[in-house]
């Protein structure tokens, strides 16, 4: 009777282990067919404003307001997005750095703005096992990279995530530029990230195609953008039919004219994103999607690449 017993336990453990082998690799196999089965996601670069601005309903900012509530799901279906992989101007590393949290408070980086500003809620969750599988596809390109559970959201990514999707009920991997502002280097993290866009996670750059502080404090503004040459030559890279042709149009963007005025000399973190997404855009050209002169002085554009 008690070897009966203990076959009879034996038996019951196997059948238990191999259920929960069976499971796993049912779990496993839906997960790899999900994944292929998912719809291409954009790589998208969008301009984020000044500070809260554009939630504040400030008049300087409603063509961009505009274009970040309304105008830009036009061109995105957020129901096909599984997650967004999201490149903010407002995080500079000496490496990669990955928000791997399940979920993050709101960093309120800016300074003298009205008291409703610093009480925004964005309750979107993170995502580390992604966030975890962006770091190890950096590793696997030779690309240093670091996980980071605690820095919060800056307004690069809750700003314009307000207003683009207020539900909030999309997984966000948070991911610093580098501050060696290096347009190889950032091209190249973009390339990896591509990947991910054949899962449905979006890949979305915040920064701004302009972006000058002087010169928006104190500039004497013109009837005409100032930065028009400069935004025409972005436009005519982002959206060559050749990849080839965009990533050295982008890698040589410091010697254009008008470059050093939209970006001054090491102050180009808000410019990085752009190269990023341009690297995850894959080999088919840009749109460009929105065009905007702030101010009627400094012009503004966005792009999105849906291609492979």
Known sequence: MLILNTLTILLQIIVVGFVSILSMNIVRQFTSVARKMAVLAPAIFVNHGGGPMPLLGDEVHAGLTKFLRDDVQKHINLKEWKAIILVTAHW?????TISSGKHHDLYFDYYGFPPESYKYKY????????????HNALKDAGIPSKLDSQRGWDHGVFVPMMLINPEANIPIIQISVLENQDPKQHYEIGKVLQQFRKEGIAILGSGMSYHNMREFRYGRYKDA???KEFDDY???VCTAENESERKAGLLAWRDQPGASEAHPPRAAEHFMPLVVIAGAGGSKPAERIFNWDMSGAFRLSSYIWKGE
């Open 92 to 96: 500079e590393e000496s490496q990669v």
């Open 123 to 134: 309750d979107a969750p993170g995502d580390p096992e992604t966030a975890q599988r962006v």
């Open 225 to 227: 953008a100032v930065n």
């Open 234 to 236: 972005l436009t005519k």
